[in-house]
């Protein structure tokens, strides 16, 4: 980044481009989650599972937001690591109801963070426990648990649970997620 | 839900329950999406404890969704698509007894009955009988009795039931009996879908019944009216069932019998048949062939006609086998559970990994559960649930463990140009083959007499080191030591009669003088206890220095007798000792 760059980032006069990845398993509410970040104006109507990816922009008050709204269907999930090395940031993505295939999830994750475009560097990785209003879903503290999170230890992580449907939960992750990469 | 190592790396715990209080076998456990919403439930057809407690369970997930009471044990259990209606939900079909329950949106929707057998003539007119009070009890079990005894039409469960009773709850049964007509039933035994007329996935599909009658049904899906009846030479216990009723299909079933029968259509009697040394216990389809457990302990291959292509003895007796089919990946193979806790994986007769399980597996089942395409369900003994997923980067590989052929095996050989010698020999032997033959046969009799006859003449002459004689059997060999000129000689002198000593021997030795010298030519053997080796030693003086060397002749003798027992010529080696001087 040149000189000028960084000075009209610190003016306001130019937006960091930031791009965010956003993984998890098919069905965990990625998109839904993507499409109540966009302005009201631009959300779409029905949600239906991703083919392949789509690419979203919106901006925010600081920063550029490019999203990589993945598809998380097992004969897709080979295509996420051809995007790890342009990434700046990772939101995964939780079903709180699928306890089934929580230790897909993790393993999943596991595979992620061993990635070599992504093991040595200090991005941060926000977490959405989503779908928090099924009755039968597990708490955001028994979801970080349950993908061993604590083991996280060379990047910034935050947890937070979501409900994409109703767009709750979903600003304090965002906000945390602004604040890791303003620094 | 740490990964565990009884895995081999390619299986995600996702769920284990021990105490879920299942029991059931493989036939009786099915997955379908039975709600449409593209998450496929458990459904098991649980057994309780055999006489009570047996329910249809529906699982979401880890948990139990639903649960409704089955009034009979139940011997198997299809999702099935029944009718064009959207959206696409499959009904269920449980077989018990004589009837067909089906179950649609989790509510009995339908009951099927199997058609009544034919019941013996002789009996219903002794119930007619008994009906108009024409004879007691007592003469009616005699009756009965007797009709059992030469009857080629079995006893209806009624009568059957009447004569095991106690002579004092007789006449309450015939009272309470004799008004309703008698009816023979048969049950069902095993229980398969047949696509109607397409392949789709979630096309239209009939029911196959197996029943103890020996015979196949198959049932209209919508009308629940008999499509097709075929006839088996015994009960079946076991059915794979593929292809389509319109167009083409193929009902494998295991018998009672220990054979496998192979069904087609148009056809009401099995086309081909397998026989297997022993019983069958596991059945399945893997593409085109039939793979199939024995009580042997052994897995065998068969193509879908009958021929046996391998068989792979196995650790441990086989308790339940499914195929795992993951078309998503094009794979193809069979689990099979067996008694020591394990769960293994084979494609053909290659051992592909092994699965530990904490207890013996009972059933297993696998395909899509819940958004998993493919996911391992187990259920074991003592009525746990377990539910493992494929990792997607799980690769099987077919060398994993299996001992095959070595890879050199398969490395063609540089083999060289045949040459002009080599063709013209070979026309040469294609063209007086007959000549050759007769030649060698001719040289190979001679041979033989040449031998003989060498043979005869050693025993005769007794120039053998063995003796044949009855009253003296006597072994002996001999070893020379040394460089020379002085040789040690030991003769080992065996007795190899059973128990009789021999006595009164002795060994004397013939040679060349001007050669050899002998301290003493002539020696007595002591007594020969049989069966001990005994060694007798001489020396024996080189007296040429010419670098020559001859024969000793050593005879064994007997006392009074002039023709030796035995006799052995000792090749004498060179004398060194001189030359190196
Ligand atoms: N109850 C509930 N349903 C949700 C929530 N978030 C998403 N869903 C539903 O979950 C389903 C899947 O959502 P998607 O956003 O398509 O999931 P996805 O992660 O993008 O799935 P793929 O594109 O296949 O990877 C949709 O039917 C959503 O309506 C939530 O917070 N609560
Ligand atoms: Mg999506």
Redesign the pocket.
């Given at each position: 980044m040149g000189l000028l760059d960084k000075l009209s980032g610190w003016l306001g006069l130019k937006k960091k481009e930031v791009n965010v990845l956003c993984l998890?398993?098919?069905?965990?509410?990625?998109?839904?989650?993507?499409?109540q970040l966009k302005p009201a104006n631009a959300q779409a109507q029905d949600?239906?599972?991703?083919?392949g990816f789509n690419i979203e922009k919106f901006k925010n008050s600081s920063l550029s937001f490019t999203v990589f709204?993945?598809?998380?269907?097992s004969r897709?999930r080979n295509l996420w690591e051809h995007y790890y090395k342009e990434s700046h940031a990772i939101i995964f993505?939780i079903?709180s109801?699928d306890k089934l295939r929580m230790v897909v999830a993790k393993e999943e994750l596991d595979t992620l963070l061993s990635h070599e475009d992504i093991r040595g560097r200090k991005m941060p990785v926000l977490f959405y426990a989503?779908?928090?209003?099924?009755r039968d879903a597990v708490s955001s503290v028994k979801v970080s648990q349950m993908l061993c999170l604590e083991n996280i230890r060379d990047k910034p992580w935050h947890i937070c649970a979501?409900?994409?449907?109703?767009g709750?939960g979903l600003q304090e992750g965002l906000d945390w997620l602004q604040e890791q990469i303003a620094q | 839900m740490s990964e565990s190592s009884g895995n081999g790396g390619k299986w995600l715990d996702a769920h284990y329950d021990p105490v879920a209080g299942l029991f059931t076998f493989s036939p009786c456990v099915d997955l379908a999406d039975l709600s449409g919403d593209g998450e496929s439930r458990l459904v098991v057809g649980d057994l309780g404890s055999g006489s009570t407690g047996m329910k249809l369970k529906v699982f979401r997930g880890t948990a139990l969704l639903s649960e409704s009471t089955l009034l009979d044990l139940p011997a198997g259990l299809v999702a099935f698509f029944m009718d064009l209606h959207e959206p696409r939900i499959p009904a269920v079909a449980v077989a018990s007894g004589p009837c067909v329950y089906v179950y649609k949106n989790l509510r009995p929707y339908f009951k099927f009955t199997l058609p009544g057998l034919e019941v013996n003539s002789l009996e219903q007119d002794v119930w007619q009988q008994a009906r108009e009070g024409q004879i007691d009890p007592l003469t009616l079990k005699e009756m009965l009795e007797s009709i059992r005894k030469k009857a080629d039409v079995p006893l209806s469960m009624r009568s059957l039931r009447f004569l095991s009773l106690e002579t004092d709850d007789m006449d309450d049964f015939v009272q309470l009996h004799k008004q309703q007509p008698i009816r023979r039933q048969t049950v069902i035994t095993c229980i398969g879908t047949l696509k109607k007329s397409t392949a789709d996935d979630d096309g239209v599909s009939c029911l196959v019944i197996g029943t103890e009658s020996s015979d196949v049904y198959v049932l209209d899906p919508e009308a629940f009216v008999i499509l097709s009846k075929m006839s088996l030479p015994a009960a079946p216990t076991m059915m794979d069932v593929t292809g389509q009723f319109d167009v083409e299909f193929r009902i494998t079933v295991a018998c009672r019998d220990g054979n496998i029968y192979v069904l087609r259509r148009e056809l009401d009697k099995p086309k081909y048949c397998i026989k297997l040394s022993s019983h069958p216990v596991g059945l399945v389809r893997v593409g085109k062939n039939v793979m199939v457990g024995c009580t042997d302990e052994s897995l065998q291959g068969f193509t879908q006609k009958g021929k046996k292509l391998w068989r792979t003895v196995l650790a441990a007796p086989i308790t339940t086998m499914a195929a795992m089919d993951l078309p998503t990946r094009g794979f193809q193979a069979v689990l099979v559970g067996l008694a020591n806790c394990e769960v293994q994986l084979y494609r053909d007769k290659n051992l592909l990994s092994t699965i530990k399980t904490p207890d013996v597996v009972t059933s297993i089942c696998f395909g899509r559960y819940g958004r998993e395409d493919g996911t391992l369900i187990m259920t074991t003994k003592g009525g746990g649930l377990m539910v493992k997923i494929l990792k997607r980067t799980a690769v099987f590989d077919d060398r994993d463990g299996a001992p095959g052929p070595p890879l050199a095996q398969s490395v063609r050989l540089n083999v060289p140009k045949k040459t002009k010698l080599y063709v013209d020999q070979t026309l040469r032997e294609r063209e007086n083959g007959l000549a050759m033959h007769r030649a060698f046969q001719m040289d190979l009799s001679r041979m033989r007499l040449t031998a003989a006859k060498a043979y005869v003449k050693a025993l005769e002459s007794s120039l053998a080191p063995v003796s044949s004689s009855i009253s003296e059997p006597l072994k002996m060999n001999a070893v020379v030591q040394g460089l020379g000129p002085s040789f040690k000689l030991t003769l080992n002198v065996q007795n190899t009669a059973a128990c009789r000593p021999a006595t009164n021997l002795a060994i004397s030795f013939l040679y060349d003088e001007g050669l050899y010298r002998m301290r003493n030519p002539y020696m007595r053997i002591p007594l020969l206890v049989p069966g001990l080796v005994y060694p007798v030693e001489t020396s024996v003086e080189c007296t040429s220095d010419k670098g020559i060397s001859d024969i000793i002749k050593v005879f064994v003798l007997h006392e009074g007798r002039s023709c030796p027992l035995l006799t052995a010529h000792i090749n004498m080696p060179v004398s060194e000792g001189e030359m190196l001087n």
């Open positions: 998890g398993l098919d069905n965990s509410g990625k998109t839904t989650i993507i499409n949600i239906v599972p991703t083919i709204d993945m598809s998380g269907q897709y993505v079903d109801g989503n779908k928090m209003d099924l979501s409900n994409a449907i109703r709750e | -």
